[in-house]
């Protein structure tokens, strides 16, 4: 198969799957009322998304990917800033609530362009590969730190894990580098067990 060829079908499917994940996650906040996502993935992801879409744009298909992101990811965030202050009501102030969000957003934006500047990675590959592992990590400690699927679902576990194989799979013919495999395999790790959990308390 002709290199080009695969890699765009690595770069659709990642995108796609991506999309059904927090289209998803946006259907299933809206019925639990409860955010679907973890306010530090939250920050990081719309980060990013701004940083590669309207500051170094990529490619025209990853550019339109990217902004498709931007939006859901908006609409998550305020799934966030609605059910999340009900949920942390009674640890936490209004204003501190709003002043953390604000606080991580703002520290989120400027560690990935930091991140990206040091490492000269202007497509920021590393930042997107690094915070997904952080994202897998953070959905297992909402899950637990909950005891529940709520606002979570199987659907959203495998769509997310499935985007990011195809992510892994291009980048690991092509562009491979340790530190994007190692951490790759590792977010690999922590979606199955991801699902393994949803599973578990989907049975509940």
Known sequence: MNQNY???ICQLGMGLFWILTYILIIKRGFQDEKYGMPMVAICANISWEFIFTFIFP???LQRGISFIWFVLD???MWQYLIYGRNEYKKKMSLKLFYTSFLFTLVVSFFMILALSHEL???EGKYAAFLQNLMMSGL???LLLGRGSIAGQ???I???KMIGTLFAAVGFFLYFRTPLITITSMATFMYDVLYIGLVYRLSRK
Do not use: E, P
């Open 6 to 8: 695969f890699l765009l």
């Open 58 to 60: 990529q490619n025209d």
């Open 74 to 76: 908006l609409v998550i």
């Open 120 to 122: 000269q990675d202007m």
């Open 139 to 141: 959905f297992i400690g």
């Open 153 to 155: 679902s199987m659907s």
């Open 157 to 159: 576990a495998v769509c």
